[in-house]
């Protein structure tokens, strides 16, 4: 599979073999808005065993109350680790409400979120959690 993405409104995903989607947010996310996202991150999912998510925050704006109880149909999506980048103070609060509220709604509780300076550490990030993962997965 080659890298895809897809947009809607000023939001994207990127899809990036093995098993990254990179999100990038841009101003207010819609219900609609977060159901596109979470479908095209679910399939990807779906297809590879887990995703790892790679939020794109710099540009975030609001997450209106649908949106936010949209997040719960993520819930049964294998995400394996979040890792966002760029939040201001307000995104970081708005982003861990989110991720806390998808948290509440999951059986799997090992997606780790964390909130990183940049796009480069949240990628060194992911790499590091995948080979804790994989390493793991081959002890077992």
Same mark, same amino acid.
């Given at each position: 599979?080659?890298?895809? *993405?897809?947009?809607?409104?000023?939001? !994207?995903?990127?899809?990036?073999?093995? /098993?990254?989607? *990179?999100?990038?947010?841009?101003?207010? &996310? $819609?219900?609609?808005?977060? %159901?596109?996202?979470?479908?095209?991150?679910?399939?990807?999912?779906?297809?590879?065993? *887990?995703?790892?998510?790679? #939020? /794109?925050?710099?540009?975030?704006?609001? &997450?209106?109350?649908?949106?936010?109880?949209?997040?719960?149909? @993520?819930?049964?999506?294998?995400?394996? @680790?979040?890792? #966002?980048?760029?939040? $201001? +103070?307000? !995104?970081?609060?708005?982003?861990?409400?989110?991720?806390?509220? %998808?948290?509440? +709604?999951?059986?799997?509780?090992?997606?780790?979120?964390? +909130?990183?300076?940049?796009?480069?550490?949240? +990628?060194?990030?992911?790499?590091? *959690?995948?080979?804790?993962? /994989?390493?793991?997965?081959?002890? $077992?």
């Amino acid at each position: 599979m080659k890298v895809q *993405r897809l947009t809607m409104g000023g939001h !994207s995903v990127t899809l990036e073999p093995p /098993d990254i989607s *990179r999100v990038v947010l841009r101003g207010d &996310i $819609s219900a609609m808005e977060m %159901l596109s996202v979470l479908g095209i991150v679910r399939a990807f999912a779906e297809e590879r065993g *887990r995703v790892f998510l790679l #939020i /794109d925050a710099r540009g975030l704006g609001g &997450i209106p109350v649908d949106a936010r109880k949209a997040i719960c149909e @993520g819930a049964s999506i294998p995400i394996r @680790g979040t890792a #966002i980048y760029g939040a $201001s +103070f307000q !995104s970081r609060i708005l982003c861990t409400l989110v991720m806390g509220a %998808l948290q509440l +709604f999951t059986t799997q509780h090992d997606n780790p979120v964390v +909130f990183l300076p940049d796009e480069e550490s949240a +990628f060194g990030w992911v790499t590091q *959690r995948r080979a804790s993962l /994989d390493a793991m997965a081959v002890a $077992s």
